[in-house]
């Protein structure tokens, strides 16, 4: 199945993707389940294949406002230097554990809204992305079980601002400016994917491929990154994790290619999703 979050007639909620159209889900799975996350908290998530058996789409996207996948998510966990490409453009040395920082929930947009550059820097760099979203949350979570903790898989752009992240040893300036991550379009839940390890991600700039890999590619499997996230911190329903991003980064082309105004970059990852978001200024 796949799930979106949105704001219609002034008001959010979330529906079900039918074909071409949406059936909408605010409150009609169970009192008081207005949002996607609440759903999945709830466990409501099969109720809705249920509920959407035999109906047809109530309205098409046109009708809405997309919302970030998650739009309220308690973390957003960041993996960097996951694809070996990307790991050999840095220069950075080989890790014994994944590297893990945090985006904050404020910074997303949604599919086709505007990343922004920020008016303090041009070195706006793009990083196609797979977000993985929990379902049943835990603490010290196993690699045998952690796959059954993933409720569901996004595309996602967690675009960085490349000069202010090297500001110090530490991401979380670069990777928070307002209107830089993009997620979107939709959930897919995992029966719809099947494995993830067979999928390809490719990031591309003004229709140009910049990024192109398979998620068999990725240094820590995702099992192991759930793994290893639930044991420093609970992991919660909802919770996101960005799951590293490809070599072929603009900060890491000679000479360095960034995001303007005007641009439009997409992530496409065939079987979840395409995301598009043109980049505009910051007002």
């Not at 957003?76 to 694809?83: D, E, H, T």
């Not at 835990?138 to 000069?163: F, K, M």
């Not at 360095?256 to 505009?280: S, Y």
Request: contains cysteine; proline residues 7%.
């Amino acid at each position: 199945m796949q799930f979106v979050s949105y704001t219609r007639l002034g008001r959010p909620g979330f529906g079900a993707k039918v074909g071409e159209g949406i059936i909408d889900l605010t409150e009609r799975l169970a009192p008081g389940a207005t949002s996607l996350k609440q759903a999945i908290a709830a466990g409501l998530l099969p109720v809705a294949r249920e509920y959407i058996s035999g109906r047809s789409a109530e309205f098409t996207d046109a009708d809405v406002a997309l919302l970030p996948v998650i739009p309220d998510p308690g973390k957003i966990l960041c993996v960097g230097l996951n694809y070996e490409s990307h790991r050999a453009e840095t220069k950075r040395p080989d890790a014994k554990y994944p590297t893990i920082f945090t985006r904050f929930a404020d910074s997303q947009i949604a599919h086709r809204q505007a990343i922004l550059k920020p008016r303090v820097s041009d070195h706006l760099d793009f990083e196609a992305e797979l977000a993985v979203v929990i379902g049943r949350g835990g603490r010290y979570i196993s690699q045998e079980t952690a796959l059954d903790h993933i409720v569901g898989y996004a595309c996602y752009n967690d675009a960085t601002v490349r000069d202010w992240q090297r500001h110090t040893f530490q991401f979380t300036p670069g990777k928070n400016f307002p209107s830089t991550g993009a997620f979107g379009p939709q959930l897919v839940t995992p029966d719809e994917v099947g494995d993830y390890r067979s999928l390809r991600i490719s990031g591309r700039l003004n229709g140009e491929v910049m990024q192109d890999a398979t998620l068999a590619d990725l240094i820590f499997p995702i099992a192991t990154l759930i793994s290893y996230c639930s044991s420093f911190t609970p992991l919660q329903s909802g919770d996101v994790i960005l799951t590293g991003t490809p070599g072929g980064v603009g900060d890491r082309r000679d000479p360095p290619l960034f995001m303007k105004p005007g641009d439009v970059f997409e992530v496409d990852i065939p079987g979840v999703g395409l995301l598009i978001n043109p980049i505009a200024t910051e007002s």
